[in-house]
């Protein structure tokens, strides 16, 4: 079975831009989970979809945003880039929603804002 | 407010002995814990988790330990190996369900 993509793997913007990242679950899993990684703040949960809805969120300014499709591929925003949106994106899906199912993470998009 | 610290950045170890990370929480309210192994360029792996109704859950060579009135979890690699090398981020939930990660603890496992 394959395994959580991340399209792309790397990316630099500039300030202002904005940037869309692609994430595919595993075959099955209808849960996608979006996170931030930076070195100061550890990872940080962006938001959760499950059905193609937002079922959770994370305290992170309405610049980020998310969507999930029919087939549970999911796709996350970020507009107006800030140099502070540098960071590493990692997208976890699991067979279904909550904290308590095993999420299986991809292996993230770098994302550089200059 | 960082609701779920792992005090220590880094840790080195000998093959063969024990690792010990530790993970304390300040949220009364996580229920669940779990812990997570990285390795560089690749996304977190589950390694292990544990509910708060039990104060040990072991998987082979990996054991959790949660200590609810200390708000303390610690995770346990016998022996170690080499291939452990990674850093291990514990995580926690409660009814938000929303995961909150601690910032990592690298581990070297010292051949």
């Known amino acids: 079975k394959a395994g959580v993509t991340q399209t792309p793997r790397y990316l630099i913007k500039t300030r202002g831009q904005q940037v869309t990242l692609s994430c595919s679950p595993i075959?099955?899993?209808?849960?996608v989970s979006w996170y931030q990684q930076t070195p100061g703040q550890g990872l940080q949960f962006l938001f959760e979809?499950?059905?193609?809805?937002?079922?959770n969120k994370g305290n992170f300014p309405g610049r980020f945003s998310g969507r999930q499709f029919s087939n549970s591929r999911s796709e996350m925003n970020v507009s107006t880039l800030e140099l502070g949106d540098s960071a590493l994106y990692l997208c976890?899906?699991?067979?279904?929603?909550?904290?308590?199912?095993?999420?299986?993470f991809g292996p993230g998009t770098r994302l550089l804002v200059l | 407010d960082q609701q779920v610290k792992q005090n220590s950045p880094s840790l080195s170890v000998q093959e063969g002995r024990i690792s010990i990370l530790n993970c304390d929480y300040t949220n009364s309210m996580f229920d669940y814990f779990l812990w997570y192994k990285k390795y560089p360029a690749e996304g977190p792996t589950f390694l292990i988790s544990i509910s708060s109704i039990k104060d040990k859950n072991e998987d082979g060579r990996f054991t959790v330990f949660l200590n609810k009135s200390a708000k303390h979890l610690s995770l346990h690699i016998v022996p170690s190996q080499p291939g452990d090398s990674a850093v291990y981020f514990c995580?926690?939930?409660?009814?938000?369900?929303?995961?909150?990660f601690g910032k990592g603890t690298k581990l070297t496992v010292n051949p």
């Open positions: 075959s099955g899993h209808r849960s």
């Open positions: 976890a899906s699991s067979l279904l929603a909550g904290a308590t199912e095993t999420q299986y």
């Open positions: 995580a926690a939930s409660g009814r938000s369900e929303k995961l909150v």
């Open positions: 979809y499950f059905s193609e809805t937002q079922r």
